[in-house]
C-alpha cells in the first residue's frame, strides 16, 4: 500500500529565520572595462548650433554569475567604481568681414543597466570649451582651431541592488551583463558674429569613461535537514516492540535543521508513505523556515485495534526555506520507518482454573440431580 500526502504548513508554530540574518558574501570579481564616446556640432554663419548622441555606448561589461552550489542567493549588489574625463576642442573660420571669435561647450549623463538593477547619473557634467579669433578686414579666407581642453576627471562611483524579483537571472555558470551608456551626450559650438562673408564653427566633445565593475553576491547556507540535531542522520527507525492488543503505543522523534549562524531555514513540504501505513500515524505536520539549531518534535503511533506485524515507510519531502533566488534552493529526503507487532491479551492461567472448578461444579449439581 502506498499513501502519498502533501502537508499543510502550519503558521506560528517556528522560529523565523528570515532573509534579514547575517549573510556570506562572495564576488565576481571586479572587471574593468574602459570606453569613449563623441559628439561634434557644425554650424554655418549663424550664432550657434547644437548636436547630440544621446545613449551613446560605453562599454559592455560581463560579470561572472553565482555558483548555487554555495548556497540560496539572497541578494546581489553591482559596485561600480569608475571616472569620467571630457576633451573639448573646436574650429572656426571665415572670409573677409567683421572679426569674431569661435568657441564651444559640451554636457553629457551616465547610467548603468542590468537585469533588474540601474544607476543614473542624472546631473549633467560639463565643460566649456576655450575660444579662437578671426581677425577682421579683408583677410581672405582665415581659420583658427582652440583646445584640446581636458577637464578634471569626474568620479562616477554607485552600488545598485538587483530587484529580488530578478535574483535568478544572476544564478549559473556563465555571465550576466552590465551596459555603461551616456544617456545625454551633446555639444554646442557658437560664433561672437555672423555678418560678413561665410563663417562657421565646429565643436568636438568626448567622454573617456573607464573603471572597475563587480557583482557582490550575498548568500545563505543551504538547510541541513537531519533526524539528530548533533551529526548528519537521514534514516530513522522507531520499533515499538511487541505491544498488546488495544493498548497505547508511542514513540517521540523529532526533525532538525543543523545550526550555523549563516544557515538558511527549512521546510517540511510533504511526506509519501508506502507498507502498513493505515497501522500507524506518524503525527507529521507541514513546517515552513525552521531555523538553524531549531527542531519540531513529533510524537508517532502504532494503531492496535487489530493484531499483527506491521511496518510502514515514509520519505520526507524538505527544501531550502522559500526565500532569496528560487533556482538556489535545494531539496532533501530524509527516511522514517516504523515497526511494531501488535498480539492478542492471553488468558491468564486462573481465569483457565476458575472456568474448569466451575464446569466441575455443574457437573456434580447434575448428578445430585439424577438419583
Not at 554646442?188 to 567622454?207: D, I
Not at 519540531?296 to 487489530?306: E, G, K, R, S
Request: glycine letters at 12%; a negative charge.
Amino acid at each position: 500500500m502506498s499513501t502519498n500526502f502533501q502537508l499543510t504548513a502550519v503558521a506560528g508554530l517556528l522560529a523565523v529565520s528570515g532573509i534579514s540574518q547575517a549573510a556570506l558574501t562572495t564576488s565576481s570579481g571586479a572587471v574593468g572595462f574602459s570606453g569613449s564616446a563623441s559628439v561634434s556640432a557644425s554650424g554655418t554663419s549663424v550664432a550657434s548650433a547644437s548636436n547630440s548622441n544621446n545613449n551613446a555606448s560605453i562599454a559592455n561589461v560581463s560579470l561572472g554569475q553565482f555558483n548555487a552550489a554555495n548556497g540560496v542567493l539572497t541578494g546581489v549588489d553591482l559596485q561600480l567604481t569608475s571616472n569620467r574625463l571630457q576633451v573639448i576642442d573646436g574650429y572656426g573660420y571665415k572670409n573677409n568681414g567683421p572679426g569674431r571669435d569661435a568657441s564651444g561647450s559640451g554636457s553629457s549623463t551616465a547610467a548603468l543597466a542590468a537585469i533588474g538593477a540601474a544607476a543614473n547619473f542624472s546631473t549633467a557634467i560639463s565643460q566649456t570649451g576655450g575660444a579662437c579669433s578671426l581677425a577682421m578686414g579683408p583677410t581672405g579666407f582665415t581659420e583658427c582651431s582652440w583646445g584640446p581642453n581636458s577637464s578634471a576627471a569626474t568620479a562616477t562611483n554607485a552600488t545598485a541592488s538587483v530587484a529580488n524579483s530578478n535574483l535568478d537571472d544572476y544564478v549559473g555558470n556563465g555571465s550576466v551583463n552590465a551596459a555603461l551608456s551616456l544617456p545625454t551626450l551633446q555639444a554646442t559650438t557658437t560664433l561672437s558674429r555672423t555678418q560678413g562673408q561665410t563663417s562657421g564653427s565646429t565643436t568636438h566633445y568626448s567622454v573617456e569613461w573607464a573603471g572597475d565593475l563587480q557583482a557582490n553576491y550575498s548568500y545563505l547556507l543551504h538547510a541541513a535537514a537531519s533526524f539528530d540535531g548533533s551529526s548528519v542522520s537521514n534514516v530513522l527507525t522507531l520499533d515499538f516492540g511487541n505491544v498488546a492488543q488495544n493498548s497505547a503505543a508511542s514513540l517521540n522523534f523529532a526533525l532538525f535543521n543543523m545550526a550555523d549562524a549563516d544557515r538558511i531555514g527549512l521546510d517540511l513540504d510533504g511526506v509519501v508513505g508506502s507498507g502498513d501505513t493505515a497501522a500507524f500515524e506518524t503525527g507529521l505536520s507541514a513546517f515552513a523556515d525552521l531555523a538553524q539549531g531549531g527542531s519540531q518534535a513529533f510524537v508517532a503511533n502504532l494503531l492496535t485495534a487489530n493484531t499483527g506485524a506491521f511496518s510502514a515507510q515514509y520519505l520526507l519531502n524538505l527544501s531550502d526555506a522559500d526565500l532569496g533566488a528560487g533556482s538556489t534552493r535545494q531539496t532533501y529526503q530524509l527516511t522514517l520507518n516504523l515497526v511494531g507487532n501488535v498480539s492478542a491479551v492471553p488468558v491468564p492461567g486462573a481465569v483457565w482454573l476458575f472456568g474448569s472448578a466451575l464446569a466441575g461444579l455443574v457437573g456434580v449439581g447434575r448428578r445430585k440431580q439424577t438419583y
